[in-house]
Protein backbone atom coordinates (compact mmCIF):
# COMPACT_ATOMS: atom_id res chain seq x y z
CA UNK A 1 0.00 0.00 0.00
CA UNK A 2 1.74 2.93 -1.21
CA UNK A 3 0.37 5.83 0.76
CA UNK A 4 3.35 7.88 -0.50
CA UNK A 5 5.15 7.67 -3.44
CA UNK A 6 8.25 9.04 -2.35
CA UNK A 7 9.77 9.86 1.06
CA UNK A 8 12.61 12.33 2.40
CA UNK A 9 14.23 11.13 5.34
CA UNK A 10 16.10 14.14 6.72
CA UNK A 11 18.82 12.32 9.09
CA UNK A 12 21.27 9.95 8.69
CA UNK A 13 23.11 6.70 9.68
CA UNK A 14 21.20 3.77 11.46
CA UNK A 15 17.56 5.91 11.68
CA UNK A 16 17.90 6.61 8.19
CA UNK A 17 18.11 3.26 7.83
CA UNK A 18 15.50 1.68 9.48
CA UNK A 19 13.13 4.25 7.84
CA UNK A 20 14.36 3.25 4.71
CA UNK A 21 13.39 -0.80 5.40
CA UNK A 22 9.94 0.75 6.55
CA UNK A 23 9.19 2.09 3.41
CA UNK A 24 10.62 0.18 0.98
CA UNK A 25 8.04 -2.82 2.41
CA UNK A 26 5.34 0.01 1.80
CA UNK A 27 6.24 0.22 -1.52
CA UNK A 28 6.99 4.10 -0.64
CA UNK A 29 10.67 5.75 -2.68
CA UNK A 30 13.30 6.62 -0.59
CA UNK A 31 15.33 9.51 -0.52
CA UNK A 32 18.53 10.14 1.11
CA UNK A 33 20.52 13.38 2.17
CA UNK A 34 24.13 13.39 3.33
CA UNK A 35 26.76 15.95 4.37
CA UNK A 36 30.39 16.22 2.92
CA UNK A 37 31.67 14.10 5.77
CA UNK A 38 28.84 11.32 5.34
CA UNK A 39 29.75 10.71 1.63
CA UNK A 40 31.00 7.18 2.34
CA UNK A 41 28.16 6.43 5.23
CA UNK A 42 26.15 3.58 4.58
CA UNK A 43 22.80 5.37 4.40
CA UNK A 44 23.84 7.05 1.09
CA UNK A 45 23.97 3.81 -0.59
CA UNK A 46 20.73 2.36 1.35
CA UNK A 47 18.04 5.37 -0.31
CA UNK A 48 16.86 5.16 -3.72
CA UNK A 49 17.82 8.75 -4.36
CA UNK A 50 21.09 10.47 -2.25
CA UNK A 51 21.84 14.17 -2.15
CA UNK A 52 24.53 16.14 -1.30
CA UNK A 53 23.34 19.55 1.62
CA UNK A 54 26.34 20.88 2.59
CA UNK A 55 29.43 20.47 4.25
CA UNK A 56 29.82 18.47 7.66
CA UNK A 57 28.88 20.84 10.51
CA UNK A 58 25.42 19.72 11.27
CA UNK A 59 24.32 23.42 11.19
CA UNK A 60 25.28 23.75 7.35
CA UNK A 61 23.85 20.63 6.47
CA UNK A 62 21.51 18.53 8.54
CA UNK A 63 20.30 21.74 10.34
CA UNK A 64 19.96 23.54 7.00
CA UNK A 65 16.14 23.61 6.48
CA UNK A 66 16.30 26.06 3.22
CA UNK A 67 18.75 22.92 1.74
CA UNK A 68 16.31 20.22 2.81
CA UNK A 69 13.26 21.55 1.52
CA UNK A 70 15.00 22.78 -1.96
CA UNK A 71 16.15 19.24 -1.87
CA UNK A 72 12.41 17.54 -1.09
CA UNK A 73 11.65 19.33 -3.62
CA UNK A 74 14.45 18.52 -6.48
CA UNK A 75 13.38 15.10 -5.95
CA UNK A 76 10.36 15.16 -5.86
CA UNK A 77 9.27 13.96 -2.49
CA UNK A 78 5.74 14.30 -1.51
CA UNK A 79 6.86 14.10 2.63
CA UNK A 80 9.75 14.16 5.39
CA UNK A 81 10.40 11.75 8.23
CA UNK A 82 12.74 13.29 9.98
CA UNK A 83 13.53 10.20 12.51
CA UNK A 84 15.20 11.70 15.86
CA UNK A 85 17.56 14.53 16.79
CA UNK A 86 18.38 17.69 14.54
CA UNK A 87 15.21 18.80 13.63
CA UNK A 88 13.24 16.02 14.51
CA UNK A 89 11.62 18.33 17.26
CA UNK A 90 11.51 21.65 15.26
CA UNK A 91 8.40 23.13 15.03
CA UNK A 92 9.49 25.70 12.25
CA UNK A 93 11.08 23.02 10.05
CA UNK A 94 6.86 21.45 10.36
CA UNK A 95 5.88 24.28 9.77
CA UNK A 96 7.99 24.65 6.99
CA UNK A 97 7.36 20.98 5.29
CA UNK A 98 3.75 21.77 5.41
CA UNK A 99 4.15 25.53 3.47
CA UNK A 100 6.06 23.53 0.99
CA UNK A 101 3.76 20.89 0.24
CA UNK A 102 4.99 17.99 2.02
CA UNK A 103 3.18 15.95 4.08
CA UNK A 104 5.08 16.07 7.75
CA UNK A 105 5.73 12.63 9.34
CA UNK A 106 5.14 13.63 12.88
CA UNK A 107 3.02 15.44 15.37
CA UNK A 108 1.42 18.62 15.03
CA UNK A 109 3.55 21.48 15.01
CA UNK A 110 1.86 23.31 17.87
CA UNK A 111 2.46 19.91 20.14
CA UNK A 112 5.97 20.08 19.06
CA UNK A 113 6.03 23.81 20.32
CA UNK A 114 4.09 23.08 23.47
CA UNK A 115 6.30 19.88 24.50
CA UNK A 116 9.25 21.42 22.92
CA UNK A 117 9.33 24.04 25.77
CA UNK A 118 9.68 22.21 29.20
CA UNK A 119 8.13 24.79 31.41
CA UNK A 120 5.44 25.02 29.31
CA UNK A 121 4.95 21.47 29.32
CA UNK A 122 5.09 21.02 33.00
CA UNK A 123 2.02 23.69 33.27
CA UNK A 124 0.13 21.80 30.26
CA UNK A 125 0.45 19.25 32.21
CA UNK A 126 0.05 20.07 35.53
CA UNK A 127 -3.07 22.08 34.35
CA UNK A 128 -4.20 18.34 32.44
CA UNK A 129 -4.01 17.01 36.07
CA UNK A 130 -0.86 15.03 35.01
CA UNK A 131 1.78 14.97 38.04
CA UNK A 132 5.02 16.93 37.67
CA UNK A 133 8.15 16.58 40.01
CA UNK A 134 7.82 19.83 41.95
CA UNK A 135 9.58 23.15 40.60
CA UNK A 136 8.94 25.72 38.16
CA UNK A 137 7.14 26.50 35.10
CA UNK A 138 8.96 29.58 34.63
CA UNK A 139 12.30 30.12 33.08
CA UNK A 140 14.77 31.31 36.26
CA UNK A 141 16.65 34.29 35.38
CA UNK A 142 19.77 34.13 37.96
CA UNK A 143 22.00 31.99 40.07
CA UNK A 144 20.38 34.01 42.95
CA UNK A 145 17.06 32.29 42.42
CA UNK A 146 18.84 29.19 41.94
CA UNK A 147 19.79 29.23 45.43
CA UNK A 148 16.32 30.33 46.72
CA UNK A 149 14.69 27.76 45.28
CA UNK A 150 17.45 24.74 46.34
CA UNK A 151 16.94 26.26 49.84
CA UNK A 152 12.83 26.00 49.24
CA UNK A 153 13.06 22.99 47.05
CA UNK A 154 15.41 21.05 49.40
CA UNK A 155 19.20 20.11 47.80
CA UNK A 156 19.74 18.70 45.84
CA UNK A 157 17.89 20.23 42.48
CA UNK A 158 18.32 20.39 38.84
CA UNK A 159 18.77 22.62 36.20
CA UNK A 160 17.36 22.01 33.00
CA UNK A 161 17.18 23.83 29.89
CA UNK A 162 13.71 24.77 29.15
CA UNK A 163 14.07 23.50 25.73
CA UNK A 164 16.23 20.48 26.49
CA UNK A 165 16.10 16.72 25.92
CA UNK A 166 18.95 13.77 25.68
CA UNK A 167 20.59 14.44 28.88
CA UNK A 168 21.59 17.71 27.11
CA UNK A 169 21.30 21.71 29.22
CA UNK A 170 20.88 19.16 32.91
CA UNK A 171 22.83 20.17 35.59
CA UNK A 172 22.78 18.52 39.26
CA UNK A 173 23.28 21.18 41.77
CA UNK A 174 24.02 19.48 45.31
CA UNK A 175 24.54 23.06 47.28
CA UNK A 176 24.59 26.64 47.02
CA UNK A 177 27.88 27.01 46.35
CA UNK A 178 27.69 24.75 42.34
CA UNK A 179 24.97 27.45 41.16
CA UNK A 180 26.73 29.65 39.35
CA UNK A 181 28.88 27.53 37.54
CA UNK A 182 25.73 24.65 36.63
CA UNK A 183 23.69 27.65 35.81
CA UNK A 184 25.67 29.32 33.09
CA UNK A 185 26.52 25.80 31.87
CA UNK A 186 23.20 25.10 31.45
CA UNK A 187 21.97 27.79 29.85
CA UNK A 188 25.33 28.03 28.17
CA UNK A 189 24.43 24.25 26.24
CA UNK A 190 20.53 25.35 26.02
CA UNK A 191 21.85 27.88 23.04
CA UNK A 192 24.30 25.73 21.67
CA UNK A 193 22.04 22.48 21.33
CA UNK A 194 18.62 24.06 20.99
CA UNK A 195 19.23 27.80 20.24
CA UNK A 196 17.39 28.83 23.82
CA UNK A 197 19.42 29.24 27.04
CA UNK A 198 16.10 29.59 29.36
CA UNK A 199 16.26 27.00 32.18
CA UNK A 200 13.63 26.32 34.93
CA UNK A 201 14.53 24.50 37.98
CA UNK A 202 13.00 20.96 39.31
CA UNK A 203 13.68 18.92 42.71
CA UNK A 204 16.04 16.29 41.81
CA UNK A 205 15.07 13.28 42.86
CA UNK A 206 17.54 10.48 44.14
CA UNK A 207 17.79 7.33 42.35
CA UNK A 208 14.63 6.96 40.10
CA UNK A 209 13.27 4.87 37.67
CA UNK A 210 13.09 6.65 34.80
CA UNK A 211 9.99 5.00 32.72
CA UNK A 212 8.67 6.26 29.72
CA UNK A 213 5.43 5.08 28.03
CA UNK A 214 5.08 5.06 24.38
CA UNK A 215 2.21 6.84 22.66
CA UNK A 216 0.06 6.46 19.44
CA UNK A 217 -2.47 8.79 18.33
CA UNK A 218 -4.21 9.19 15.22
CA UNK A 219 -6.04 12.33 13.71
CA UNK A 220 -9.03 10.66 14.33
CA UNK A 221 -9.32 10.93 18.14
CA UNK A 222 -7.93 7.26 18.54
CA UNK A 223 -4.85 7.38 21.34
CA UNK A 224 -3.27 4.13 22.79
CA UNK A 225 -0.39 3.76 24.67
CA UNK A 226 2.05 0.66 23.95
CA UNK A 227 3.35 -0.18 27.32
CA UNK A 228 6.57 1.41 29.45
CA UNK A 229 10.15 1.37 28.63
CA UNK A 230 12.56 1.29 31.86
CA UNK A 231 15.27 3.42 30.95
CA UNK A 232 17.13 3.94 33.82
CA UNK A 233 20.84 2.96 33.04
CA UNK A 234 22.54 6.11 31.52
CA UNK A 235 25.72 7.79 32.14
CA UNK A 236 25.67 11.51 32.14
CA UNK A 237 21.69 11.76 31.89
CA UNK A 238 21.84 10.10 28.87
CA UNK A 239 20.38 6.53 28.05
CA UNK A 240 22.69 3.28 27.50
CA UNK A 241 20.13 0.44 27.78
CA UNK A 242 16.44 -0.04 27.56
CA UNK A 243 14.12 -2.46 28.55
CA UNK A 244 10.40 -3.81 28.10
CA UNK A 245 8.63 -4.00 30.75
CA UNK A 246 10.04 -2.78 33.58
CA UNK A 247 11.39 -4.94 36.24
CA UNK A 248 9.48 -1.99 38.33
CA UNK A 249 6.21 -1.86 37.08
CA UNK A 250 3.51 -4.45 37.51
CA UNK A 251 -0.56 -4.55 35.53
CA UNK A 252 -1.71 -1.59 38.01
CA UNK A 253 1.16 0.59 37.70
CA UNK A 254 1.44 -0.15 33.97
CA UNK A 255 -2.15 0.95 33.30
CA UNK A 256 -1.78 3.87 35.55
CA UNK A 257 1.01 5.83 33.91
CA UNK A 258 -0.38 4.42 30.66
CA UNK A 259 -3.47 6.38 31.37
CA UNK A 260 -1.37 9.13 32.56
CA UNK A 261 0.64 9.12 29.47
CA UNK A 262 -2.78 9.43 27.13
CA UNK A 263 -3.71 12.07 29.21
CA UNK A 264 -0.48 14.00 28.44
CA UNK A 265 -1.29 13.37 24.91
CA UNK A 266 -4.53 13.71 24.40
CA UNK A 267 -4.05 17.35 26.54
CA UNK A 268 -1.98 19.11 23.43
CA UNK A 269 -4.01 17.38 20.55
CA UNK A 270 -1.30 14.90 19.47
CA UNK A 271 -0.80 13.11 16.54
CA UNK A 272 1.89 10.11 15.51
CA UNK A 273 4.19 8.08 18.05
CA UNK A 274 5.30 10.33 20.93
CA UNK A 275 6.71 9.07 24.22
CA UNK A 276 5.77 10.38 27.51
CA UNK A 277 8.81 10.65 29.47
CA UNK A 278 8.33 10.14 33.85
CA UNK A 279 10.35 9.40 36.85
CA UNK A 280 9.26 6.95 38.70
CA UNK A 281 10.25 7.07 42.88
CA UNK A 282 11.17 4.25 45.59
CA UNK A 283 7.37 4.94 47.08
CA UNK A 284 5.88 4.85 43.15
CA UNK A 285 4.76 7.80 42.96
CA UNK A 286 5.09 8.79 38.55
CA UNK A 287 6.33 11.96 37.79
CA UNK A 288 5.85 13.85 34.32
CA UNK A 289 9.28 14.56 32.90
CA UNK A 290 8.74 15.32 29.19
CA UNK A 291 7.26 14.65 26.22
CA UNK A 292 9.51 13.46 22.85
CA UNK A 293 7.83 14.38 20.06
CA UNK A 294 8.98 12.19 18.09
CA UNK A 295 10.25 8.33 17.74
CA UNK A 296 12.39 7.19 20.49
CA UNK A 297 15.90 5.87 19.66
CA UNK A 298 14.87 2.98 22.27
CA UNK A 299 11.61 2.32 19.96
CA UNK A 300 13.06 -1.07 19.22
CA UNK A 301 12.21 -2.30 22.36
CA UNK A 302 8.54 -2.13 21.95
CA UNK A 303 8.02 -3.37 18.60
CA UNK A 304 10.01 -6.32 19.90
CA UNK A 305 7.38 -7.16 22.61
CA UNK A 306 4.27 -5.82 20.43
CA UNK A 307 5.03 -6.78 16.94
CA UNK A 308 4.03 -3.74 15.84
CA UNK A 309 6.27 -1.43 13.49
CA UNK A 310 6.46 2.11 15.02
CA UNK A 311 7.47 3.97 11.84
CA UNK A 312 5.09 2.18 9.70
CA UNK A 313 2.25 3.67 12.06
CA UNK A 314 3.87 7.21 11.53
CA UNK A 315 3.97 6.94 8.15
CA UNK A 316 -0.06 5.61 7.80
CA UNK A 317 -1.18 8.23 10.70
CA UNK A 318 -0.07 11.17 8.53
CA UNK A 319 -1.54 9.49 5.23
CA UNK A 320 -4.45 10.14 7.36
CA UNK A 321 -5.25 6.66 8.32
CA UNK A 322 -6.86 5.59 11.88
CA UNK A 323 -5.04 3.66 14.17
CA UNK A 324 -5.44 0.21 13.65
CA UNK A 325 -6.13 -1.43 16.67
CA UNK A 326 -7.64 -0.45 19.80
CA UNK A 327 -6.12 -0.09 23.59
CA UNK A 328 -7.75 -4.14 23.80
CA UNK A 329 -6.26 -5.50 21.16
CA UNK A 330 -2.33 -4.58 22.32
CA UNK A 331 -0.82 -7.68 23.84
CA UNK A 332 2.90 -7.31 25.09
CA UNK A 333 5.14 -10.45 25.09
CA UNK A 334 8.48 -11.67 26.37
CA UNK A 335 10.72 -9.09 27.43
CA UNK A 336 13.21 -7.29 25.23
CA UNK A 337 16.72 -5.36 25.78
CA UNK A 338 18.24 -2.85 23.47
CA UNK A 339 22.23 -2.28 24.36
CA UNK A 340 23.49 0.87 22.14
CA UNK A 341 26.79 0.47 20.99
CA UNK A 342 27.70 3.97 21.25
CA UNK A 343 32.03 4.98 20.42
CA UNK A 344 33.21 5.89 23.95
CA UNK A 345 35.87 4.65 26.58
CA UNK A 346 33.66 4.25 29.65
CA UNK A 347 37.38 4.26 30.89
CA UNK A 348 37.83 7.60 30.20
CA UNK A 349 34.60 9.10 30.99
CA UNK A 350 32.83 7.83 28.50
CA UNK A 351 34.85 9.97 26.03
CA UNK A 352 33.67 9.98 22.25
CA UNK A 353 36.18 7.80 20.02
CA UNK A 354 35.91 9.31 16.34
CA UNK A 355 37.60 7.19 13.96
CA UNK A 356 37.51 4.07 11.32
CA UNK A 357 36.17 1.29 12.12
CA UNK A 358 38.63 -1.71 10.82
CA UNK A 359 36.71 -4.57 11.25
CA UNK A 360 32.86 -5.58 11.93
CA UNK A 361 30.90 -8.26 12.19
CA UNK A 362 27.40 -8.82 13.94
CA UNK A 363 26.04 -11.43 15.78
CA UNK A 364 22.77 -13.69 14.81
CA UNK A 365 20.73 -16.04 15.42
CA UNK A 366 17.17 -16.38 17.20
CA UNK A 367 15.62 -13.37 18.89
CA UNK A 368 18.40 -10.60 18.03
CA UNK A 369 18.07 -7.06 16.14
CA UNK A 370 20.82 -5.01 15.21
CA UNK A 371 19.76 -1.58 13.81
CA UNK A 372 23.20 -0.18 12.40
CA UNK A 373 24.46 2.73 9.64
CA UNK A 374 28.25 1.25 9.33
CA UNK A 375 30.20 -1.53 8.40
CA UNK A 376 34.18 -2.27 8.03
CA UNK A 377 35.94 0.51 6.68
CA UNK A 378 33.15 3.01 8.03
CA UNK A 379 34.39 6.20 9.44
CA UNK A 380 32.45 7.50 13.00
CA UNK A 381 32.68 10.95 12.34
CA UNK A 382 33.33 12.97 15.25
CA UNK A 383 30.97 15.69 14.22
CA UNK A 384 28.23 13.61 15.05
CA UNK A 385 26.33 11.58 17.89
CA UNK A 386 28.62 8.14 18.46
CA UNK A 387 26.12 5.89 18.41
CA UNK A 388 27.31 3.00 16.19
CA UNK A 389 24.55 0.42 16.55
CA UNK A 390 21.40 -0.62 18.60
CA UNK A 391 21.86 -4.05 20.13
CA UNK A 392 18.27 -5.27 20.64
CA UNK A 393 17.01 -9.10 21.84
CA UNK A 394 13.70 -10.68 22.52
CA UNK A 395 13.42 -13.22 25.18
CA UNK A 396 10.35 -15.10 26.60
CA UNK A 397 11.42 -13.33 29.80
CA UNK A 398 13.99 -10.81 31.53
CA UNK A 399 16.44 -13.49 32.34
CA UNK A 400 16.13 -15.04 29.22
CA UNK A 401 16.83 -12.19 27.23
CA UNK A 402 19.72 -11.06 29.41
CA UNK A 403 21.55 -13.94 28.59
CA UNK A 404 20.53 -13.47 25.19
CA UNK A 405 22.26 -10.38 25.22
CA UNK A 406 25.18 -11.49 26.53
CA UNK A 407 25.28 -13.79 23.81
CA UNK A 408 25.08 -11.48 21.63
CA UNK A 409 27.73 -8.94 22.70
CA UNK A 410 30.19 -11.84 23.07
CA UNK A 411 29.71 -12.20 19.19
CA UNK A 412 29.91 -8.54 18.08
CA UNK A 413 32.50 -7.52 16.92
CA UNK A 414 33.85 -3.68 15.77
CA UNK A 415 37.55 -2.94 15.33
CA UNK A 416 39.41 0.21 15.39
CA UNK A 417 37.65 2.32 17.52
CA UNK A 418 36.70 1.94 21.45
CA UNK A 419 32.85 0.81 22.05
CA UNK A 420 30.72 0.11 24.82
CA UNK A 421 30.42 -3.43 23.76
CA UNK A 422 32.76 -4.68 27.37
CA UNK A 423 31.21 -1.85 28.92
CA UNK A 424 27.63 -3.70 28.44
CA UNK A 425 28.89 -7.38 29.18
CA UNK A 426 30.60 -6.09 32.21
CA UNK A 427 27.17 -4.42 33.24
CA UNK A 428 24.82 -7.28 32.21
CA UNK A 429 26.82 -9.78 34.64
CA UNK A 430 26.55 -7.42 37.55
CA UNK A 431 24.12 -8.52 40.67
CA UNK A 432 22.21 -5.17 40.55
CA UNK A 433 21.26 -5.37 36.88
CA UNK A 434 20.29 -9.25 37.32
CA UNK A 435 17.88 -8.34 40.27
CA UNK A 436 16.47 -5.52 37.90
CA UNK A 437 17.61 -2.91 40.42
CA UNK A 438 18.65 0.75 39.23
CA UNK A 439 22.09 0.36 39.47
CA UNK A 440 22.76 3.69 40.76
CA UNK A 441 26.31 5.03 41.31
CA UNK A 442 27.64 1.53 39.52
CA UNK A 443 27.43 2.93 36.15
CA UNK A 444 29.87 5.39 35.88
CA UNK A 445 32.32 3.58 38.48
CA UNK A 446 36.01 2.71 38.48
CA UNK A 447 35.27 -1.02 38.86
CA UNK A 448 33.11 -1.24 36.08
CA UNK A 449 35.17 0.70 33.98
CA UNK A 450 37.79 -1.52 34.67
CA UNK A 451 35.81 -4.73 34.13
CA UNK A 452 34.75 -2.99 30.67
CA UNK A 453 38.01 -2.52 29.91
CA UNK A 454 39.45 -6.32 30.47
CA UNK A 455 36.37 -7.71 28.80
CA UNK A 456 37.17 -5.24 25.35
CA UNK A 457 40.81 -6.32 25.43
CA UNK A 458 39.56 -9.85 25.28
CA UNK A 459 39.51 -8.77 21.25
CA UNK A 460 41.08 -5.90 20.40
CA UNK A 461 42.34 -4.65 16.98
CA UNK A 462 44.66 -1.43 16.91
CA UNK A 463 42.94 1.80 15.56
CA UNK A 464 43.29 2.59 12.55
CA UNK A 465 44.91 5.54 11.16
CA UNK A 466 43.09 8.61 9.43
CA UNK A 467 44.30 7.81 5.82
CA UNK A 468 43.58 3.52 6.63
CA UNK A 469 46.51 2.41 5.45
CA UNK A 470 47.06 -0.65 7.26
CA UNK A 471 48.74 -4.05 7.23
CA UNK A 472 47.10 -7.12 8.98
CA UNK A 473 49.47 -9.35 10.91
CA UNK A 474 47.00 -12.76 12.00
CA UNK A 475 48.62 -15.47 14.22
CA UNK A 476 47.50 -18.50 16.74
CA UNK A 477 48.69 -19.59 20.78
CA UNK A 478 47.04 -22.69 21.81
CA UNK A 479 46.56 -22.35 25.51
CA UNK A 480 44.61 -25.17 27.69
CA UNK A 481 43.36 -26.81 24.57
CA UNK A 482 41.83 -23.80 23.36
CA UNK A 483 42.90 -22.13 19.67
CA UNK A 484 42.99 -18.35 20.14
CA UNK A 485 43.94 -16.44 17.23
CA UNK A 486 44.89 -12.89 17.38
CA UNK A 487 44.62 -9.98 15.08
CA UNK A 488 46.56 -6.68 14.89
CA UNK A 489 46.06 -4.16 12.43
CA UNK A 490 49.40 -2.42 12.22
CA UNK A 491 50.04 0.98 10.33
CA UNK A 492 52.45 0.94 7.42
CA UNK A 493 55.62 1.88 8.41
CA UNK A 494 55.60 5.57 6.45
CA UNK A 495 52.28 6.01 8.60
CA UNK A 496 53.92 4.46 12.07
CA UNK A 497 56.47 6.86 11.57
CA UNK A 498 54.31 10.05 10.72
CA UNK A 499 52.71 9.43 13.94
CA UNK A 500 55.75 8.82 15.85
CA UNK A 501 56.62 12.37 14.79
CA UNK A 502 53.17 14.20 15.83
CA UNK A 503 53.88 12.27 19.47
CA UNK A 504 57.04 13.55 19.39
CA UNK A 505 56.04 17.09 18.40
CA UNK A 506 52.88 17.35 20.69
CA UNK A 507 55.70 16.27 23.68
CA UNK A 508 58.19 19.32 22.72
CA UNK A 509 55.13 21.65 23.28
CA UNK A 510 53.83 20.36 26.51
CA UNK A 511 56.81 22.70 28.55
CA UNK A 512 60.26 22.05 26.86
CA UNK A 513 58.85 18.09 26.42
CA UNK A 514 57.80 17.56 29.88
CA UNK A 515 54.54 16.18 28.78
CA UNK A 516 53.11 15.27 32.60
CA UNK A 517 53.02 19.22 33.24
CA UNK A 518 50.59 19.66 30.02
CA UNK A 519 46.83 19.02 29.95
CA UNK A 520 45.92 18.08 26.06
CA UNK A 521 42.48 17.50 24.87
CA UNK A 522 41.19 14.00 24.88
CA UNK A 523 39.08 14.31 21.72
CA UNK A 524 38.57 16.40 18.97
CA UNK A 525 35.52 18.97 19.04
CA UNK A 526 34.65 22.47 19.80
CA UNK A 527 35.76 24.53 22.42
CA UNK A 528 32.97 26.16 24.23
CA UNK A 529 34.37 28.06 27.32
CA UNK A 530 37.45 28.58 28.74
CA UNK A 531 37.52 29.01 32.45
CA UNK A 532 41.32 30.11 33.31
CA UNK A 533 43.60 32.27 32.30
CA UNK A 534 47.35 32.38 32.34
CA UNK A 535 49.13 32.65 35.25
CA UNK A 536 46.16 31.33 37.35
CA UNK A 537 46.84 29.27 40.10
CA UNK A 538 44.69 26.02 39.89
CA UNK A 539 44.32 22.60 41.82
CA UNK A 540 43.73 19.41 40.83
CA UNK A 541 40.95 18.15 39.37
CA UNK A 542 39.78 22.24 38.30
CA UNK A 543 38.07 23.23 34.71
CA UNK A 544 40.82 24.08 32.50
CA UNK A 545 37.87 24.74 29.33
CA UNK A 546 35.03 22.80 28.12
CA UNK A 547 35.05 20.97 25.14
CA UNK A 548 32.12 20.00 23.12
CA UNK A 549 32.58 16.86 20.89
CA UNK A 550 29.92 14.15 19.09
CA UNK A 551 26.89 16.26 20.58
CA UNK A 552 28.48 15.93 24.41
CA UNK A 553 30.09 18.63 26.60
CA UNK A 554 33.32 17.72 28.56
CA UNK A 555 35.12 18.92 30.58
CA UNK A 556 38.89 19.43 30.84
CA UNK A 557 40.50 20.06 34.03
CA UNK A 558 43.64 20.26 35.93
CA UNK A 559 45.50 16.56 36.30
CA UNK A 560 47.69 18.74 39.29
CA UNK A 561 47.87 21.71 41.46
CA UNK A 562 50.30 24.29 39.37
CA UNK A 563 49.94 27.89 37.77
CA UNK A 564 48.90 27.82 34.11
CA UNK A 565 50.89 28.95 31.41
CA UNK A 566 51.48 28.13 27.43
CA UNK A 567 47.34 28.67 27.23
CA UNK A 568 46.57 27.97 23.61
CA UNK A 569 42.80 27.62 23.12
CA UNK A 570 39.78 30.23 23.10
CA UNK A 571 35.76 29.31 23.07
CA UNK A 572 34.78 28.67 19.51
CA UNK A 573 37.85 27.32 18.37
CA UNK A 574 38.62 23.18 17.05
CA UNK A 575 40.56 20.93 18.43
CA UNK A 576 42.48 17.79 17.48
CA UNK A 577 43.05 14.96 19.95
CA UNK A 578 45.86 15.31 21.92
CA UNK A 579 46.40 18.84 21.16
CA UNK A 580 47.94 21.08 24.08
CA UNK A 581 45.38 23.21 25.78
CA UNK A 582 48.18 24.15 28.52
CA UNK A 583 50.79 24.15 30.65
CA UNK A 584 50.22 23.50 34.44
CA UNK A 585 53.89 24.51 35.86
CA UNK A 586 54.84 24.05 39.56
CA UNK A 587 57.78 25.30 40.94
CA UNK A 588 60.22 23.16 40.77
CA UNK A 589 59.66 23.73 36.65
Known amino acids: MAVFSKILVANRGEIAIRVFRTLRELGIGTVAVYSEADRGSLHVAAADEAYLIGPGPAAESYLNQERLLETAKRAGADAVHPGYGFLAENADFARACQAAGLVWIGPPPEAIDVMGSKTAARETMRAAGVPIVPGTTAPVESAEDVRRLGDELGWPIAIKA ?315 VELDGRLYEVKALVPEPPFAEVARRRRERTGRGAHHGAAKDAVVTPMQGTVLAVEVADGDEVRAGQVICIVEAMKMENEITAHRDGVVTKLSVEPGQAVTTGQVVCVIAQDED
Not at 211 to 223: C, P, R, S, T, Y
Not at 273 to 298: C, H, K, P, S, W
Not at 340 to 362: H, K, Q, W
Not at 444 to 456: P, V
Open 162 to 476: SAGGGGKGLKVVAGPGEADRAYESARREGEAYFSDPDVYVERYLEDPRHIEVQILADGHGNVIHLGERDCTIQRRHQKLVEETPSPAVGDELRDRIGRLGIDAARAVGYRSAGTIEGLLDGDGNYFFLEMNTRIQVEHTVTELVTGLDLVREQVLIAAGEPLSLRQDDVRLTGHAIECRINAEDPSNGFLPTPGRITSYREPGGPGIRIDSGVAAGSEVVGLYDPLIAKLVVHGVDREHARRRMLRALDEYEIGGVTTLLGFHRALLEQACFIAGQTCHGVVESKELAERADQLSHQQTTLPAPADGRLRERVSS
